[in-house]
């Protein structure tokens, strides 16, 4: 099938060559230059424009955006909509907020362009081992691009699927990526009591390498783990510093609108904020009501 | 190689299948006649009695514990302790505090025994799918019995391995256990706002099926996971009771001990108790409070 | 002074009474005849009409707002703006939230009304001990209305003041309630525990009583708790079911839009939603899980 | 009434100051020379060595332990046991853990001595303020001692009380610093959210004092907060390290065993030791994991 890529960044540059790889036709568009000829000499065709990508493609064309949540997905859907025609399709295959793509989906409706939203999970290691894909939007046209998601997914028919209608495909993976803070998490703190207990001298990269086969905590994430500390186990050089990128703060404020209590993916979050605050105000203030109330002395900041 | 199994419970019977199918000799040993009637109809030879079964395996004996952890395993050992003879190997494969195993080692150590622990991760699964085993004791004693941990591990080179001096296996086995807490929530608090959005009728199953392929959060726990809930999606008559067997409790406290801040492996646990409180006196009182100060309205308990 | 007073619910009608008694003139308005039959017999003079409210007061009016947060306070504005001349002032005494407060006195201000917003502790003892107040908006407006606020607080010259600008008020106190949450929650725990530590037959009001008087845990919170305890210690009849009026889930939203990790104001919040669950998903979730992958018998709902 | 006071630090000076000021005769006994002299010079009269304080007591006498919780306790207990009579009391005011204190009291109980365990709350204000004191032990022996409690409590009538047997009031003082820990990271976390939110630039003593007056949380620890910030509202210089004494961590360990879920308490102890982690192992192998996974730049340490 054709597509154009719209984003040739780490995902979309990826995606577009593992479709391409799959015997598509991509089309690939990014505003910087280096991100376009970068994906050129991985064997993409790039269009200069968002104009001449759009011209590049017969109707019914299909699009799929990789662009940054946010603001950018509006204004490339601004810049795109004069362009399309009917029965076009938009797919958003970032981590966009399951509500502002169910807006974007009404409002797109209206001009006759269909909107998919597609969470899509596996970063680097997609190119090589497939995506996972979750679908939301109208079923007949999800049907219809069955071979480009059945391209990008790990096996034509695993890893992949419809998950209800417009928004839902981005609520899961809005949940995929809580669940993934809290597993993470789960992780760093068991390797960081291994870790502090000197009196075994744990190899933890070993450790990492026996859970991997055969045990209850085998994982995906363990296997990356296991690469992460194997030629650094004391993560030199590695600043405690752990940044976040929406989901997890969506995640959290959705399981609350929900009434739902969910702990560990909260805390999660909160963890990540934790550690980078170098300076907590509060735990300060712990510090000088101690020695307020019990005469504790408090420790100097240098 | 020869083993006496002690023990012959869902773990231990298990255990000694997949060494006898690997061609070693396996007697086994339990206390219940009907566990031993069920071990010899799979084809493992049981003794009567443990002085018995100390009588049928030639010396350097090797004996493999299966018990439950705590008295059940310092009864057996001082059952034990007058049948063995100087070199004989004792292996406690079960959940075991380290901290108990480091005493029972130093105790037979002066009786010439030689005591290993044995992590064993894997559960119900690891007959078809090995188990990984993470041991602690002296290097050459867990040479000498290769050839058995090969068999019980998934893989002859992967899945087991010494970690560590007497105890680090046990405590390796526990922080092992943590994790899987933070997991096993983990995913559960993700499945439940997923299960309580109902405007998008997700399919969980479905959704699990999704990211057991490509996804960043496919691991062994989501396949099981995924099991769990194909056949009733909604868990109708299952209780949300869920049981702890320890180790959660003792990770939690050897964080504390290590001064190593666990949140989200300690909320797990947390959970597990507030599952079972059926009438949680703090959450009456905060009722109470509120309609103290502010007269809102106590909800009446039936 | 002369006051509107528009809302003659438990806060509203205690409120107007504090300041009659103070020597203010107070108009009382609410939709409800009983309300306003009640005021009534209470010596305040009624309104039967916002309308009529209005014509009773000379301008420059003030008019106190004690409605419920939301869309009350948006339709109750709607409704008086017809009605109001340049130079009234209209104080949002309830739980609003800080950005819908200074949206509307930025509406406000386009129509020359003056907008306080008054956080407002003290629950239903405020009528005898005086209120706590935290206010936002025009600084000579606040001065100006001095003697209200002094009547209103415990004392003339404390428990009240202009914390900042428009909005800074309801910011103040929606961190007072979690702030209150957390402390809530954490002697609920407290109570929880000695409450299950049957061996010591603690009485938990005498223990209630003595903290009360020299403790570093003493507070205007304690001394509710005592009461709540008094006749019913145990809590019979009272439902574990506790619910939460808005403040705490935009305090855990604001926080985490600030980066601030703020866990204990968070989990109390969460403990909330988790007391009204009475068939948690995700523990169901967990006793599957377990009994997957281990074996372990699941509990049956009854 | 006589009593002779074991310890002459910071509580025990003060606590034997405010027990001469009621009018009863106090001997001192420290090991430090400095402590003594010290108390001497606030009219304490002082014993050079525990011989000669226990010499300068008459039968029955009464002895008030106030040594650092463990060892210190014990050693004091042999060193004074030769030197006792039958009929004597003695009184562990301090932080020891519940459950040694009933090992010591039944050991004691063998030789004839009652033994008391008085939790001890107030800090260093209770010299002018009076202490809180839960009181365990034989209550024949507590009622004997009364002048002693009435004199140390707030009032002769409040603050003080026999709670139950011998481990009674350690244990109900054990849990009180686990609110203690919960109410103080309350109020820090919503002073650290107010202090970030620079837009309202609230002056934090102002809001602290409002608070003290009429708010639902009035609280003696909001009383020392507001001291604590009067004078460095940024509390510069404070580094961010809180200490924690124990009780915390009994209290969080005691839950547990009774399966009473304290999230808040529990995490109150977890924020202080992530207080003290300069170097977080846990936030590390997050941000390596990131960078595995996602390609996300991972921050270096400097």
Not at 78 to 106: C, F, H, Q
Not at 155 to 167: A, N
Request: hydrophobic letters at 45%; aromatic letters at 6%; one cysteine or more.
């Amino acid at each position: 099938m054709e597509l154009g890529m719209v984003g040739l960044g780490r995902m979309g540059a990826n995606m577009a060559e593992r479709l391409v790889g799959h015997g598509h036709h991509v089309v690939g568009f990014d505003p910087g230059e280096r991100a376009r000829d970068a994906a050129s000499s991985r064997r993409i065709v790039t269009a200069p424009s968002l104009v001449e990508l759009v011209a590049q493609l017969l109707p019914q064309r299909v699009l799929w955006l990789m662009v940054p949540a946010g603001e950018a997905v509006d204004s490339t859907l601004a810049e795109l909509l004069p362009l399309l025609s009917e029965g076009d399709v938009l797919i958003d295959g970032g981590n966009s907020n399951y509500k502002d793509t169910m807006r974007r989906a009404a409002m797109l409706a209206g001009h006759g362009i269909h909107y998919l939203d597609c969470g899509t999970s596996g970063g680097i290691w997609g190119l090589k081992e497939g995506y996972s894909l979750m679908i939301g939007g109208d079923e007949a046209v999800v049907e219809r691009l069955r071979p480009l998601f059945a391209a990008l997914a790990p096996d034509p028919d695993s890893g992949w699927g419809r998950v209800g209608p417009s928004g839902a495909g981005h609520f899961t993976k809005m949940v995929h990526n809580g669940i993934e803070y809290g597993m993470m998490q789960a992780y760093a703190e068991g390797f960081a009591i291994m870790q502090r207990k000197s009196e075994f001298a744990l190899d933890l990269h070993q450790v990492a390498q026996i859970w991997r086969h055969g045990s209850v905590v085998r994982s995906w994430l363990l296997d990356i783990t296991a690469n992460a500390i194997e030629h650094n186990p004391r993560l030199e050089g590695v600043a405690p510093f752990v940044a976040d990128s929406g989901e997890g703060r969506w995640t959290v404020a959705e399981a609350i609108d929900l009434d739902v209590s969910a702990p560990v993916i909260t805390l999660s979050l909160l963890e990540r904020l934790r550690s980078r605050e170098s300076d907590s105000y509060a735990d300060k203030l712990l510090a000088a009501m101690r020695n307020e109330f019990g005469g504790h002395a408090v420790k100097r900041s240098e």
